[in-house]
Protein backbone atom coordinates (compact mmCIF):
# COMPACT_ATOMS: atom_id res chain seq x y z
CA UNK A 1 0.00 0.00 0.00
CA UNK A 2 1.12 3.57 -0.72
CA UNK A 3 0.30 6.34 2.03
CA UNK A 4 0.80 10.22 1.48
CA UNK A 5 1.60 12.38 4.12
CA UNK A 6 1.09 16.01 4.23
CA UNK A 7 2.56 18.65 6.47
CA UNK A 8 5.16 15.65 7.05
CA UNK A 9 8.15 17.85 8.38
CA UNK A 10 6.41 19.08 11.04
CA UNK A 11 6.39 17.66 14.78
CA UNK A 12 3.50 15.05 14.20
CA UNK A 13 4.35 14.61 10.46
CA UNK A 14 7.59 13.00 11.40
CA UNK A 15 6.82 10.85 14.24
CA UNK A 16 4.09 9.19 12.60
CA UNK A 17 6.75 9.10 9.59
CA UNK A 18 9.41 7.13 12.01
CA UNK A 19 6.43 5.12 13.14
CA UNK A 20 5.55 3.85 9.78
CA UNK A 21 8.80 3.10 8.93
CA UNK A 22 9.49 1.36 12.21
CA UNK A 23 5.91 -0.96 11.59
CA UNK A 24 6.34 -1.05 8.12
CA UNK A 25 2.60 -1.46 7.54
CA UNK A 26 -0.45 0.25 8.18
CA UNK A 27 -4.25 -1.06 8.94
CA UNK A 28 -3.04 -4.73 8.48
CA UNK A 29 -1.28 -4.41 5.18
CA UNK A 30 2.56 -3.80 4.13
CA UNK A 31 3.72 -0.58 3.30
CA UNK A 32 5.22 -0.57 0.00
CA UNK A 33 5.68 2.89 -0.71
CA UNK A 34 5.29 6.76 1.03
CA UNK A 35 4.90 9.93 -0.20
CA UNK A 36 6.09 13.07 2.33
CA UNK A 37 4.84 16.37 1.06
CA UNK A 38 5.18 20.21 3.42
CA UNK A 39 5.87 23.46 1.91
CA UNK A 40 9.53 22.70 1.81
CA UNK A 41 10.59 19.26 1.13
CA UNK A 42 10.96 17.07 4.06
CA UNK A 43 13.75 14.62 5.22
CA UNK A 44 13.45 11.22 4.12
CA UNK A 45 13.48 8.60 6.80
CA UNK A 46 16.90 6.81 7.16
CA UNK A 47 16.45 2.78 6.73
CA UNK A 48 12.99 2.87 5.53
CA UNK A 49 12.19 -0.59 4.41
CA UNK A 50 10.22 0.86 1.43
CA UNK A 51 10.37 3.21 -1.18
CA UNK A 52 10.11 6.54 0.01
CA UNK A 53 9.44 10.02 -2.31
CA UNK A 54 9.67 13.78 -0.73
CA UNK A 55 8.33 16.91 -2.30
CA UNK A 56 8.22 20.87 -1.33
CA UNK A 57 4.61 21.36 -2.27
CA UNK A 58 2.01 23.99 -1.65
CA UNK A 59 -1.73 22.71 -1.47
CA UNK A 60 -3.01 25.54 -2.28
CA UNK A 61 -1.62 26.01 -5.63
CA UNK A 62 -2.65 25.24 -8.75
CA UNK A 63 -1.87 21.33 -9.74
CA UNK A 64 -0.17 20.85 -6.03
CA UNK A 65 -2.94 18.23 -4.77
CA UNK A 66 -3.71 16.61 -8.20
CA UNK A 67 0.12 15.62 -8.33
CA UNK A 68 0.26 15.06 -4.73
CA UNK A 69 -2.37 12.27 -5.51
CA UNK A 70 -1.02 10.70 -8.96
CA UNK A 71 0.45 7.87 -7.56
CA UNK A 72 -2.70 7.05 -5.64
CA UNK A 73 -1.77 6.77 -2.42
CA UNK A 74 -4.22 4.22 -0.40
CA UNK A 75 -3.60 6.52 3.19
CA UNK A 76 -3.58 9.99 3.11
CA UNK A 77 -2.50 11.71 6.77
CA UNK A 78 -3.63 15.28 5.75
CA UNK A 79 -1.52 17.19 8.63
CA UNK A 80 -0.44 20.65 6.57
CA UNK A 81 -1.62 23.88 8.75
CA UNK A 82 -0.82 26.68 10.26
CA UNK A 83 -0.70 27.04 13.52
CA UNK A 84 -3.13 29.55 15.59
CA UNK A 85 -0.95 32.20 16.16
CA UNK A 86 -0.36 32.01 12.48
CA UNK A 87 -3.04 32.07 11.45
CA UNK A 88 -4.56 34.73 13.22
CA UNK A 89 -1.52 36.83 12.56
CA UNK A 90 -1.73 36.34 8.51
CA UNK A 91 -5.63 36.69 7.12
CA UNK A 92 -5.33 35.33 3.81
CA UNK A 93 -2.35 32.43 4.74
CA UNK A 94 -4.22 30.81 7.54
CA UNK A 95 -7.53 30.47 4.90
CA UNK A 96 -5.22 29.47 2.29
CA UNK A 97 -3.66 26.61 3.75
CA UNK A 98 -5.96 25.60 6.75
CA UNK A 99 -9.09 25.65 4.38
CA UNK A 100 -8.25 25.77 0.95
CA UNK A 101 -5.10 23.15 0.72
CA UNK A 102 -7.67 20.32 2.15
CA UNK A 103 -10.62 21.52 -0.39
CA UNK A 104 -7.92 21.38 -3.24
CA UNK A 105 -7.27 18.24 -1.95
CA UNK A 106 -10.67 16.97 -1.89
CA UNK A 107 -11.40 18.19 -5.49
CA UNK A 108 -8.41 16.30 -6.83
CA UNK A 109 -9.55 13.15 -5.68
CA UNK A 110 -13.29 13.97 -6.48
CA UNK A 111 -11.57 14.77 -10.35
CA UNK A 112 -9.28 11.98 -10.47
CA UNK A 113 -11.67 10.30 -12.63
CA UNK A 114 -10.59 6.78 -12.18
CA UNK A 115 -12.39 4.84 -9.32
CA UNK A 116 -9.88 6.59 -7.00
CA UNK A 117 -10.94 6.24 -3.61
CA UNK A 118 -8.62 6.93 -0.91
CA UNK A 119 -9.08 6.95 3.33
CA UNK A 120 -8.10 10.36 4.76
CA UNK A 121 -7.41 11.07 8.15
CA UNK A 122 -7.31 14.76 8.91
CA UNK A 123 -5.98 15.95 11.69
CA UNK A 124 -8.75 18.77 13.24
CA UNK A 125 -8.40 20.76 16.23
CA UNK A 126 -10.10 21.10 19.52
CA UNK A 127 -10.25 25.10 18.66
CA UNK A 128 -13.58 24.37 16.39
CA UNK A 129 -14.74 24.13 19.80
CA UNK A 130 -15.37 28.25 21.27
CA UNK A 131 -16.44 29.46 25.00
CA UNK A 132 -18.85 29.57 26.91
CA UNK A 133 -18.44 25.75 27.62
CA UNK A 134 -20.03 23.38 29.16
CA UNK A 135 -18.64 21.21 32.24
CA UNK A 136 -17.21 18.65 29.93
CA UNK A 137 -17.70 18.82 25.76
CA UNK A 138 -20.06 16.33 24.27
CA UNK A 139 -19.71 14.82 21.01
CA UNK A 140 -22.69 16.52 19.71
CA UNK A 141 -21.50 20.12 21.56
CA UNK A 142 -21.49 22.99 18.24
CA UNK A 143 -18.90 24.78 16.19
CA UNK A 144 -18.23 27.87 17.62
CA UNK A 145 -14.76 28.97 16.73
CA UNK A 146 -13.28 31.85 18.68
CA UNK A 147 -10.14 31.88 16.26
CA UNK A 148 -9.48 31.80 12.69
CA UNK A 149 -7.08 28.47 12.71
CA UNK A 150 -10.72 26.88 14.37
CA UNK A 151 -12.91 28.43 11.95
CA UNK A 152 -11.10 26.87 9.02
CA UNK A 153 -10.57 23.09 10.65
CA UNK A 154 -14.07 23.62 11.19
CA UNK A 155 -14.76 24.15 7.39
CA UNK A 156 -12.37 21.16 6.63
CA UNK A 157 -14.95 18.98 8.94
CA UNK A 158 -17.47 20.41 7.02
CA UNK A 159 -16.20 19.52 3.59
CA UNK A 160 -14.14 16.26 4.18
CA UNK A 161 -17.85 15.07 5.78
CA UNK A 162 -19.78 16.24 2.59
CA UNK A 163 -17.14 14.25 -0.02
CA UNK A 164 -17.23 11.18 2.29
CA UNK A 165 -21.35 11.07 1.97
CA UNK A 166 -20.81 11.70 -1.57
CA UNK A 167 -18.94 8.71 -2.20
CA UNK A 168 -15.68 10.30 -3.08
CA UNK A 169 -13.10 9.40 -0.64
CA UNK A 170 -13.55 7.71 2.96
CA UNK A 171 -12.55 10.71 5.50
CA UNK A 172 -12.27 10.82 8.94
CA UNK A 173 -11.19 13.96 10.94
CA UNK A 174 -9.63 13.66 14.13
CA UNK A 175 -9.97 16.55 16.46
CA UNK A 176 -6.68 16.38 18.61
CA UNK A 177 -6.21 17.48 22.14
CA UNK A 178 -3.28 19.60 23.24
CA UNK A 179 -0.21 18.04 22.31
CA UNK A 180 2.56 18.10 25.62
CA UNK A 181 5.26 17.83 26.08
CA UNK A 182 6.43 19.32 22.44
CA UNK A 183 10.06 18.53 21.76
CA UNK A 184 12.76 20.94 20.89
CA UNK A 185 12.57 24.70 21.54
CA UNK A 186 10.46 26.92 23.30
CA UNK A 187 8.16 28.48 20.95
CA UNK A 188 6.16 31.57 21.25
CA UNK A 189 2.69 30.29 21.11
CA UNK A 190 0.09 31.05 23.97
CA UNK A 191 -0.14 27.51 24.42
CA UNK A 192 3.88 26.76 24.20
CA UNK A 193 4.29 26.86 28.57
CA UNK A 194 1.88 23.85 29.15
CA UNK A 195 4.94 21.71 27.64
CA UNK A 196 8.08 24.23 28.57
CA UNK A 197 6.94 23.97 32.40
CA UNK A 198 7.68 20.17 31.96
CA UNK A 199 10.55 20.24 29.21
CA UNK A 200 12.91 23.09 30.50
CA UNK A 201 13.05 21.30 33.94
CA UNK A 202 13.17 17.79 33.18
CA UNK A 203 16.80 19.39 30.62
CA UNK A 204 17.76 21.18 33.49
CA UNK A 205 17.04 24.10 32.71
CA UNK A 206 14.35 27.30 33.56
CA UNK A 207 10.82 27.36 32.58
CA UNK A 208 8.30 30.72 33.20
CA UNK A 209 4.84 29.72 34.09
CA UNK A 210 2.36 32.53 32.36
CA UNK A 211 -0.95 31.14 34.15
CA UNK A 212 -2.03 30.37 37.66
CA UNK A 213 -1.94 26.60 38.89
CA UNK A 214 -6.09 26.65 38.72
CA UNK A 215 -6.02 26.47 34.90
CA UNK A 216 -7.05 23.56 33.38
CA UNK A 217 -6.70 22.26 29.70
CA UNK A 218 -7.03 19.15 27.58
CA UNK A 219 -3.76 17.05 27.02
CA UNK A 220 -2.85 14.15 25.18
CA UNK A 221 1.37 13.02 24.21
CA UNK A 222 2.67 13.47 20.78
CA UNK A 223 3.33 9.56 21.06
CA UNK A 224 -0.78 9.21 21.33
CA UNK A 225 -1.47 11.53 18.55
CA UNK A 226 0.19 9.31 16.41
CA UNK A 227 -1.87 6.04 17.46
CA UNK A 228 -4.62 8.34 17.26
CA UNK A 229 -3.95 8.96 13.55
CA UNK A 230 -2.77 5.09 12.53
CA UNK A 231 -5.76 3.75 14.77
CA UNK A 232 -7.95 6.22 12.43
CA UNK A 233 -6.34 5.10 9.30
CA UNK A 234 -7.46 1.49 10.07
CA UNK A 235 -10.88 1.88 11.30
CA UNK A 236 -13.59 0.47 9.40
CA UNK A 237 -15.81 3.06 7.04
CA UNK A 238 -18.99 0.93 8.66
CA UNK A 239 -18.16 2.10 12.00
CA UNK A 240 -18.10 5.68 11.82
CA UNK A 241 -21.57 6.60 10.24
CA UNK A 242 -22.40 10.22 8.90
CA UNK A 243 -20.71 11.85 11.83
CA UNK A 244 -16.73 11.27 10.83
CA UNK A 245 -15.00 13.97 12.70
CA UNK A 246 -14.13 12.98 16.10
CA UNK A 247 -13.34 14.49 19.11
CA UNK A 248 -9.80 12.31 20.17
CA UNK A 249 -9.77 11.43 24.00
CA UNK A 250 -7.43 13.30 26.70
CA UNK A 251 -6.46 13.82 29.79
CA UNK A 252 -8.56 17.06 31.40
CA UNK A 253 -5.68 18.44 34.03
CA UNK A 254 -4.70 21.87 35.82
CA UNK A 255 -1.65 23.03 35.48
CA UNK A 256 -1.35 22.73 39.43
CA UNK A 257 -1.87 18.91 38.78
CA UNK A 258 1.03 19.21 35.78
CA UNK A 259 3.41 20.41 38.20
CA UNK A 260 2.36 17.73 40.66
CA UNK A 261 3.31 14.93 38.27
CA UNK A 262 6.16 16.42 37.12
CA UNK A 263 7.46 16.26 41.15
CA UNK A 264 6.25 12.67 41.15
CA UNK A 265 8.41 11.76 38.21
CA UNK A 266 11.35 14.37 38.40
CA UNK A 267 11.59 15.33 42.20
CA UNK A 268 11.00 18.81 43.93
CA UNK A 269 14.07 20.07 42.12
CA UNK A 270 12.73 19.95 38.59
CA UNK A 271 9.94 21.82 39.98
CA UNK A 272 11.94 24.68 41.30
CA UNK A 273 12.85 25.59 38.17
CA UNK A 274 9.53 26.79 37.12
CA UNK A 275 9.78 30.45 37.57
CA UNK A 276 6.14 32.27 38.37
CA UNK A 277 5.46 35.37 35.71
CA UNK A 278 1.79 36.18 35.02
CA UNK A 279 1.16 37.53 31.92
CA UNK A 280 -2.33 39.00 31.65
CA UNK A 281 -2.38 38.41 27.65
CA UNK A 282 -1.37 34.52 28.12
CA UNK A 283 -4.44 34.19 30.69
CA UNK A 284 -6.83 35.99 28.91
CA UNK A 285 -6.53 33.79 25.84
CA UNK A 286 -6.06 30.68 27.67
CA UNK A 287 -9.20 31.38 29.21
CA UNK A 288 -11.53 31.07 26.07
CA UNK A 289 -9.85 27.40 25.20
CA UNK A 290 -11.79 24.35 26.02
CA UNK A 291 -10.69 22.28 29.43
CA UNK A 292 -12.42 19.28 29.57
CA UNK A 293 -14.52 16.33 27.14
CA UNK A 294 -16.58 13.84 27.27
CA UNK A 295 -15.48 12.34 23.72
CA UNK A 296 -17.16 8.96 24.16
CA UNK A 297 -17.50 8.13 21.08
CA UNK A 298 -13.81 8.15 19.72
CA UNK A 299 -13.51 5.77 22.87
CA UNK A 300 -16.14 3.62 22.31
CA UNK A 301 -14.32 3.49 18.65
CA UNK A 302 -10.82 2.46 20.27
CA UNK A 303 -9.34 5.72 20.60
CA UNK A 304 -6.94 5.60 23.72
CA UNK A 305 -5.04 8.53 25.00
CA UNK A 306 -3.02 8.83 28.66
CA UNK A 307 -4.79 8.81 32.09
CA UNK A 308 -2.49 10.83 34.02
CA UNK A 309 0.03 13.03 33.59
CA UNK A 310 2.54 11.16 34.99
CA UNK A 311 2.39 8.83 31.85
CA UNK A 312 2.41 11.92 29.54
CA UNK A 313 6.13 12.88 31.28
CA UNK A 314 7.07 9.91 31.13
CA UNK A 315 6.51 9.35 27.46
CA UNK A 316 8.02 12.73 26.66
CA UNK A 317 11.21 11.14 29.11
CA UNK A 318 11.24 8.00 26.80
CA UNK A 319 11.09 9.30 23.33
CA UNK A 320 12.42 12.41 23.35
CA UNK A 321 15.12 12.32 26.30
CA UNK A 322 16.22 8.51 26.02
CA UNK A 323 14.91 7.23 29.56
CA UNK A 324 16.94 9.49 31.23
CA UNK A 325 16.55 13.32 33.23
CA UNK A 326 19.21 15.63 32.69
CA UNK B 1 -28.85 54.46 4.56
CA UNK B 2 -28.62 51.77 1.10
CA UNK B 3 -29.32 48.55 0.91
CA UNK B 4 -28.10 45.68 -1.15
CA UNK B 5 -30.23 42.21 -1.89
CA UNK B 6 -28.44 39.16 -3.45
CA UNK B 7 -30.98 36.66 -4.69
CA UNK B 8 -33.16 39.26 -5.04
CA UNK B 9 -35.21 37.77 -7.61
CA UNK B 10 -36.12 34.70 -5.87
CA UNK B 11 -39.08 34.73 -3.64
CA UNK B 12 -38.28 35.75 -0.11
CA UNK B 13 -36.05 38.03 -2.41
CA UNK B 14 -39.06 39.83 -3.67
CA UNK B 15 -40.98 39.61 -0.72
CA UNK B 16 -38.53 41.18 1.22
CA UNK B 17 -38.27 44.17 -1.85
CA UNK B 18 -41.78 44.73 -1.45
CA UNK B 19 -41.54 45.03 2.18
CA UNK B 20 -38.78 47.53 2.05
CA UNK B 21 -40.57 49.48 -0.68
CA UNK B 22 -43.65 49.70 1.36
CA UNK B 23 -42.12 50.62 4.54
CA UNK B 24 -39.15 52.74 2.79
CA UNK B 25 -36.80 52.50 6.26
CA UNK B 26 -35.04 49.69 7.75
CA UNK B 27 -33.16 49.83 11.24
CA UNK B 28 -35.34 53.18 11.45
CA UNK B 29 -33.47 55.01 9.44
CA UNK B 30 -35.05 56.05 5.80
CA UNK B 31 -33.83 54.25 2.54
CA UNK B 32 -32.12 56.43 0.29
CA UNK B 33 -30.97 53.60 -2.20
CA UNK B 34 -31.53 49.91 -3.24
CA UNK B 35 -29.35 47.40 -4.99
CA UNK B 36 -31.09 44.17 -6.30
CA UNK B 37 -28.50 41.43 -7.62
CA UNK B 38 -29.38 38.02 -8.81
CA UNK B 39 -28.14 35.62 -11.76
CA UNK B 40 -30.63 36.67 -13.69
CA UNK B 41 -31.11 40.61 -13.00
CA UNK B 42 -34.51 40.93 -10.72
CA UNK B 43 -37.41 43.54 -11.85
CA UNK B 44 -37.38 46.69 -10.03
CA UNK B 45 -40.13 47.26 -7.99
CA UNK B 46 -42.92 49.78 -9.09
CA UNK B 47 -43.38 53.00 -7.26
CA UNK B 48 -40.07 52.70 -4.41
CA UNK B 49 -39.84 56.12 -2.73
CA UNK B 50 -36.43 55.94 -3.11
CA UNK B 51 -33.74 54.88 -6.33
CA UNK B 52 -33.81 51.23 -7.12
CA UNK B 53 -30.20 49.94 -9.26
CA UNK B 54 -30.62 46.51 -10.70
CA UNK B 55 -28.01 43.81 -11.95
CA UNK B 56 -27.41 40.42 -13.54
CA UNK B 57 -24.40 38.96 -10.97
CA UNK B 58 -22.87 35.95 -10.17
CA UNK B 59 -21.11 36.48 -7.05
CA UNK B 60 -18.41 33.91 -7.33
CA UNK B 61 -17.08 35.30 -10.44
CA UNK B 62 -13.75 37.89 -10.36
CA UNK B 63 -14.34 41.00 -9.48
CA UNK B 64 -18.24 40.39 -9.03
CA UNK B 65 -18.51 41.11 -5.83
CA UNK B 66 -16.58 44.19 -5.71
CA UNK B 67 -19.03 45.58 -8.17
CA UNK B 68 -21.81 44.82 -6.07
CA UNK B 69 -20.28 46.99 -2.67
CA UNK B 70 -19.14 49.38 -5.24
CA UNK B 71 -21.24 52.10 -3.26
CA UNK B 72 -20.88 50.83 0.17
CA UNK B 73 -24.19 49.14 1.07
CA UNK B 74 -24.58 49.58 4.69
CA UNK B 75 -26.73 46.28 4.85
CA UNK B 76 -26.61 43.49 2.76
CA UNK B 77 -29.23 40.78 2.89
CA UNK B 78 -27.27 38.05 1.41
CA UNK B 79 -30.07 35.39 -0.14
CA UNK B 80 -28.40 33.94 -3.49
CA UNK B 81 -28.64 30.66 -3.35
CA UNK B 82 -29.34 27.71 -5.05
CA UNK B 83 -31.80 24.90 -3.39
CA UNK B 84 -30.79 21.77 -1.68
CA UNK B 85 -32.12 19.56 -5.00
CA UNK B 86 -30.32 21.40 -7.01
CA UNK B 87 -27.13 21.64 -5.30
CA UNK B 88 -27.39 18.15 -4.81
CA UNK B 89 -27.34 16.87 -8.65
CA UNK B 90 -24.94 19.36 -9.42
CA UNK B 91 -21.76 19.40 -7.25
CA UNK B 92 -19.89 22.47 -9.06
CA UNK B 93 -22.90 24.81 -8.98
CA UNK B 94 -23.62 24.54 -5.16
CA UNK B 95 -20.06 24.61 -3.83
CA UNK B 96 -19.54 28.07 -6.27
CA UNK B 97 -23.02 29.49 -5.53
CA UNK B 98 -23.66 28.86 -1.81
CA UNK B 99 -20.08 28.44 -0.51
CA UNK B 100 -17.88 30.37 -2.50
CA UNK B 101 -20.38 33.73 -3.15
CA UNK B 102 -20.90 33.89 0.44
CA UNK B 103 -16.44 34.05 0.99
CA UNK B 104 -16.18 36.63 -2.28
CA UNK B 105 -18.50 39.03 -0.87
CA UNK B 106 -16.63 38.33 3.17
CA UNK B 107 -13.40 39.14 0.96
CA UNK B 108 -14.51 42.19 -0.91
CA UNK B 109 -16.05 43.67 2.05
CA UNK B 110 -12.09 42.76 4.35
CA UNK B 111 -10.47 44.18 1.00
CA UNK B 112 -12.35 47.51 0.76
CA UNK B 113 -10.03 49.52 2.05
CA UNK B 114 -11.92 52.20 3.38
CA UNK B 115 -13.62 51.19 7.28
CA UNK B 116 -16.21 49.89 5.35
CA UNK B 117 -18.41 47.83 8.10
CA UNK B 118 -21.81 46.62 6.68
CA UNK B 119 -24.07 44.64 8.26
CA UNK B 120 -24.47 41.35 6.66
CA UNK B 121 -28.20 39.39 6.86
CA UNK B 122 -26.83 35.75 6.18
CA UNK B 123 -30.31 33.64 4.99
CA UNK B 124 -29.57 30.09 6.34
CA UNK B 125 -30.96 27.15 6.74
CA UNK B 126 -32.23 24.00 9.26
CA UNK B 127 -30.11 22.37 6.54
CA UNK B 128 -26.94 22.66 8.66
CA UNK B 129 -28.61 19.75 10.82
CA UNK B 130 -28.83 16.03 10.33
CA UNK B 131 -30.51 13.36 12.04
CA UNK B 132 -30.50 11.67 14.29
CA UNK B 133 -31.54 14.54 15.97
CA UNK B 134 -32.79 14.89 20.19
CA UNK B 135 -36.67 15.57 20.37
CA UNK B 136 -36.35 19.15 20.04
CA UNK B 137 -32.70 20.48 18.44
CA UNK B 138 -31.48 23.06 20.86
CA UNK B 139 -29.39 26.47 20.31
CA UNK B 140 -26.26 24.26 20.81
CA UNK B 141 -26.65 21.24 18.70
CA UNK B 142 -23.98 20.87 16.48
CA UNK B 143 -23.66 21.20 12.59
CA UNK B 144 -23.85 17.97 10.76
CA UNK B 145 -25.60 18.34 7.33
CA UNK B 146 -26.64 15.47 5.52
CA UNK B 147 -26.96 17.24 2.27
CA UNK B 148 -24.07 19.63 0.28
CA UNK B 149 -26.57 22.36 0.57
CA UNK B 150 -26.38 22.13 4.53
CA UNK B 151 -22.41 21.86 3.97
CA UNK B 152 -22.63 24.66 2.06
CA UNK B 153 -24.76 27.11 4.78
CA UNK B 154 -22.70 25.65 7.45
CA UNK B 155 -19.69 26.59 5.57
CA UNK B 156 -21.13 30.53 5.49
CA UNK B 157 -22.46 30.51 8.92
CA UNK B 158 -18.61 29.80 9.85
CA UNK B 159 -16.98 32.33 7.88
CA UNK B 160 -19.52 34.92 8.28
CA UNK B 161 -18.42 34.37 12.33
CA UNK B 162 -15.34 34.69 12.02
CA UNK B 163 -15.01 37.79 9.97
CA UNK B 164 -17.72 39.27 12.26
CA UNK B 165 -15.40 38.31 15.33
CA UNK B 166 -12.14 39.94 13.64
CA UNK B 167 -14.15 43.30 12.83
CA UNK B 168 -14.54 42.98 8.78
CA UNK B 169 -18.45 43.14 9.07
CA UNK B 170 -21.30 43.17 11.65
CA UNK B 171 -22.84 39.71 10.26
CA UNK B 172 -25.66 37.65 11.63
CA UNK B 173 -26.82 33.95 9.72
CA UNK B 174 -31.03 33.16 10.46
CA UNK B 175 -31.70 29.96 9.82
CA UNK B 176 -34.87 29.76 7.96
CA UNK B 177 -37.27 26.97 8.44
CA UNK B 178 -39.12 25.61 5.79
CA UNK B 179 -41.16 28.19 4.67
CA UNK B 180 -44.70 27.33 3.61
CA UNK B 181 -47.24 28.16 2.16
CA UNK B 182 -44.69 28.89 -1.15
CA UNK B 183 -46.84 30.97 -3.75
CA UNK B 184 -47.11 29.71 -7.48
CA UNK B 185 -46.49 26.23 -9.37
CA UNK B 186 -45.74 23.13 -7.69
CA UNK B 187 -42.16 22.48 -8.27
CA UNK B 188 -40.40 19.26 -7.88
CA UNK B 189 -38.18 20.29 -4.72
CA UNK B 190 -38.77 17.08 -2.47
CA UNK B 191 -40.26 19.35 0.31
CA UNK B 192 -42.51 20.70 -2.43
CA UNK B 193 -45.84 19.14 -0.98
CA UNK B 194 -45.60 20.66 2.45
CA UNK B 195 -46.95 23.79 0.26
CA UNK B 196 -48.68 22.01 -2.33
CA UNK B 197 -51.30 20.78 -0.16
CA UNK B 198 -52.74 23.74 1.20
CA UNK B 199 -51.80 25.78 -1.81
CA UNK B 200 -53.37 24.04 -4.54
CA UNK B 201 -56.72 23.04 -2.33
CA UNK B 202 -57.37 26.78 -1.65
CA UNK B 203 -57.25 27.39 -5.02
CA UNK B 204 -59.66 24.80 -6.11
CA UNK B 205 -56.91 22.02 -7.10
CA UNK B 206 -55.82 18.36 -6.33
CA UNK B 207 -52.79 17.93 -4.50
CA UNK B 208 -50.67 15.01 -3.71
CA UNK B 209 -49.58 13.79 -0.70
CA UNK B 210 -46.61 11.55 -0.70
CA UNK B 211 -45.78 10.54 2.68
CA UNK B 212 -48.30 9.65 5.92
CA UNK B 213 -49.76 11.98 8.13
CA UNK B 214 -47.42 11.64 11.06
CA UNK B 215 -44.11 13.42 9.44
CA UNK B 216 -43.60 16.27 11.51
CA UNK B 217 -41.37 19.56 9.95
CA UNK B 218 -40.66 22.85 11.17
CA UNK B 219 -42.52 25.53 9.33
CA UNK B 220 -42.85 29.13 9.37
CA UNK B 221 -44.63 31.61 6.40
CA UNK B 222 -43.12 33.67 3.81
CA UNK B 223 -44.55 36.78 5.74
CA UNK B 224 -42.53 35.38 9.22
CA UNK B 225 -39.21 35.19 6.97
CA UNK B 226 -39.36 39.04 5.60
CA UNK B 227 -39.62 39.93 9.52
CA UNK B 228 -36.91 37.10 10.44
CA UNK B 229 -34.66 38.94 8.12
CA UNK B 230 -35.70 42.46 9.04
CA UNK B 231 -35.25 42.54 12.25
CA UNK B 232 -31.90 40.54 12.15
CA UNK B 233 -30.76 43.97 10.25
CA UNK B 234 -32.23 45.79 13.16
CA UNK B 235 -30.57 44.25 16.11
CA UNK B 236 -27.47 45.68 17.62
CA UNK B 237 -24.27 43.62 17.71
CA UNK B 238 -23.38 43.88 21.32
CA UNK B 239 -27.18 41.33 21.82
CA UNK B 240 -25.55 38.58 19.63
CA UNK B 241 -22.09 38.19 21.64
CA UNK B 242 -19.69 35.88 19.65
CA UNK B 243 -22.22 33.43 18.60
CA UNK B 244 -24.03 35.26 15.69
CA UNK B 245 -25.66 32.60 13.56
CA UNK B 246 -29.14 32.16 14.96
CA UNK B 247 -31.70 28.87 14.48
CA UNK B 248 -35.21 31.05 13.65
CA UNK B 249 -38.40 30.18 15.50
CA UNK B 250 -41.50 27.92 14.07
CA UNK B 251 -43.65 25.59 14.35
CA UNK B 252 -43.36 22.01 14.84
CA UNK B 253 -46.47 20.86 13.37
CA UNK B 254 -47.50 16.99 11.30
CA UNK B 255 -49.04 17.27 7.93
CA UNK B 256 -51.61 15.63 9.87
CA UNK B 257 -52.04 18.95 11.65
CA UNK B 258 -52.02 20.63 8.47
CA UNK B 259 -54.77 19.27 7.15
CA UNK B 260 -56.80 19.63 10.06
CA UNK B 261 -55.94 23.41 10.50
CA UNK B 262 -56.53 23.45 6.11
CA UNK B 263 -59.93 22.00 7.31
CA UNK B 264 -60.52 24.22 10.17
CA UNK B 265 -59.69 27.40 7.86
CA UNK B 266 -61.11 26.17 4.33
CA UNK B 267 -63.38 23.16 4.81
CA UNK B 268 -64.00 19.58 4.61
CA UNK B 269 -64.22 20.61 0.59
CA UNK B 270 -60.92 21.67 0.34
CA UNK B 271 -59.38 18.80 2.01
CA UNK B 272 -61.31 16.29 0.04
CA UNK B 273 -59.11 17.79 -2.64
CA UNK B 274 -55.59 16.24 -1.09
CA UNK B 275 -55.24 12.45 -2.63
CA UNK B 276 -52.72 10.07 -0.81
CA UNK B 277 -50.24 8.56 -3.22
CA UNK B 278 -47.32 7.12 -1.27
CA UNK B 279 -43.51 7.80 -2.54
CA UNK B 280 -41.23 5.60 -0.68
CA UNK B 281 -38.15 7.74 -2.38
CA UNK B 282 -39.82 11.29 -0.79
CA UNK B 283 -40.38 9.44 2.43
CA UNK B 284 -37.07 8.42 3.25
CA UNK B 285 -36.00 11.93 1.90
CA UNK B 286 -37.99 13.66 4.64
CA UNK B 287 -37.06 10.81 7.48
CA UNK B 288 -33.77 13.11 7.85
CA UNK B 289 -35.16 16.38 8.21
CA UNK B 290 -35.38 18.13 11.85
CA UNK B 291 -38.81 18.08 13.35
CA UNK B 292 -38.53 20.34 16.22
CA UNK B 293 -36.55 23.17 17.66
CA UNK B 294 -36.08 24.82 20.84
CA UNK B 295 -35.09 28.01 19.58
CA UNK B 296 -34.77 30.28 22.76
CA UNK B 297 -31.80 32.65 21.79
CA UNK B 298 -33.69 33.42 18.54
CA UNK B 299 -37.01 33.59 20.64
CA UNK B 300 -35.17 36.10 23.59
CA UNK B 301 -34.19 38.43 21.19
CA UNK B 302 -37.11 38.96 19.92
CA UNK B 303 -37.37 36.72 16.44
CA UNK B 304 -41.28 35.63 15.71
CA UNK B 305 -43.19 33.33 13.98
CA UNK B 306 -46.34 31.82 13.90
CA UNK B 307 -48.06 29.65 16.66
CA UNK B 308 -50.68 27.72 14.73
CA UNK B 309 -50.33 26.44 11.47
CA UNK B 310 -54.01 28.35 10.84
CA UNK B 311 -52.28 31.80 10.36
CA UNK B 312 -49.54 30.48 8.02
CA UNK B 313 -52.69 29.83 6.12
CA UNK B 314 -54.61 32.42 6.42
CA UNK B 315 -51.01 34.72 6.12
CA UNK B 316 -51.11 32.98 2.70
CA UNK B 317 -54.71 33.65 1.96
CA UNK B 318 -53.82 37.41 2.68
CA UNK B 319 -51.20 37.98 0.82
CA UNK B 320 -51.50 35.67 -1.97
CA UNK B 321 -55.13 34.86 -2.53
CA UNK B 322 -56.54 38.70 -1.52
CA UNK B 323 -58.05 37.44 1.17
CA UNK B 324 -60.41 34.84 -0.68
CA UNK B 325 -60.38 31.37 -0.84
CA UNK B 326 -60.73 29.67 -4.54
Not at 124 to 142: H, K, T
Not at 196 to 222: K, N, T
Not at 251 to 256: A, D
Request: one cysteine or more; proline letters at 5%.
Amino acid sequence: MHTLITGAAGMIGRKLTARLVRDGALAGRAIERMTLTDIVGPEAPARAPFAVATAASDLAAADAAAEAIAHRPDVIFHLAAVVSGEAEADFDKGYRVNSDSIRELLEAIRLAGDGYRPKLVFASSIAVFGAPFPDAIGDEFFLTPLTSYGTQKAIGELLLADYTRRGFLDGIGIRLPSIVVRPGEPNRAASGFFSSIIREPLAGQEAVLPVSEDVRHWFASPRAAVEFLIHAASLARERLGARINLTMPGLSCTVGEQIAALARVAGADAVRRIRREPDAAIAKIVAGWPQNFDARRAAALGFRAETSFDEIIRAHIEDELGGRIG
